[in-house]
T-cell receptor, first 112, second 116 residues
Framework: GENVEQHPSTLSVQEGDSAVIKCTYS??????FPWYKQELGKRPQLIID?????GEKKDQRIAVTLNKTAKHFSLHITETQPEDSAVYFCAASQPGWDKIIFGKGTRLHILP | NAGVTQTPKFQVLKTGQSMTLQCAQD?????MYWYRQDPGMGLRLIYYSASEGTTDKGEVPNGYNVSRLNKREFSLRLESAAPSQTSVYFCASSEAGRRGGSDEQFFGPGTRLTVL
């Protein structure tokens, strides 16, 4: 079955700097890659997603890139702000699936 | 719209006790999910239901049962709770499976369960 690996498990960056979180997936049939953000004590919420027919997608300060050949995708956050502190989860899904498989998460700390 | 709701918010059980976690959504979604979240382990899928009347096992189904009562409600039952089931449980729903539907999952607020 599909396996999603996520790195690093913890990341600290200075406010204003960029943060990058990387994920790899095992099954080349996967074609949908969402990213969820979970603030402390809150529920996970979708922040951006990408499908395999696109190499990059951007939404203001966040962007996701996908390399199908290498089977990895990354979340990029630029000009980080205190409110970006949270746990971020990558995930993968396949055509015909009604489920997604999550990575183990990255705890992002934005340092003042 | 309330979105996805879960009850209870907190629960403490003794080993061997049983309980049912309730979940309901008012977004007319076909698909519903139960996850558990443990430190360092991410969100692991316990069971899911792609439509009313169907349920499927996820990654960690042992020790749990589910019921898709109707399109709105999806419950998770622990028949004989064990300390290893101490976790935060999230219910979610999505349009996945419906033609043209979004794959975005909407999560409930979670249930924090402690088994002593």
């Amino acid at each position: 079955g599909e396996n999603v690996e996520q790195h690093p498990s913890t990341l600290s960056v200075q406010e204003g700097d960029s943060a990058v979180i990387k994920c790899t997936y095992s099954d080349s049939a996967s074609n949908y890659f969402p990213w969820y953000k979970q603030e402390l004590g809150k529920r996970p919420q979708l922040i951006i997603d990408i499908r395999s027919n696109v190499g990059e997608k951007k939404d203001q300060r966040i962007a996701v890139t996908l390399n199908k050949t290498a089977k990895h995708f990354s979340l990029h956050i630029t000009e980080t702000q205190p409110e970006d502190s949270a746990v971020y989860f990558c995930a993968a899904s396949q055509p015909g699936w009604d489920k997604i498989i999550f990575g183990k998460g990255t705890r992002l700390h934005i340092l003042p | 719209n309330a979105g996805v709701t879960q009850t209870p918010k907190f629960q403490v059980l003794k080993t061997g006790q049983s309980m049912t976690l309730q979940c309901a959504q008012d977004m007319n979604h076909n698909s519903m999910y139960w996850y558990r979240q443990d430190p360092g382990m991410g969100l692991r899928l316990i069971y899911y239901s792609a439509s009313e009347g169907t349920t499927d096992k996820g990654e960690v189904p042992n020790g749990y049962n589910v019921s898709r009562l109707n399109k709105r409600e999806f419950s998770l039952r622990l028949e004989s709770a064990a300390p290893s089931q101490t976790s935060v449980y999230f219910c979610a729903s999505s349009e996945a499976g419906r033609r043209g539907g979004s794959d975005e999952q909407f999560f409930g607020p979670g249930t924090r369960l402690t088994v002593l």
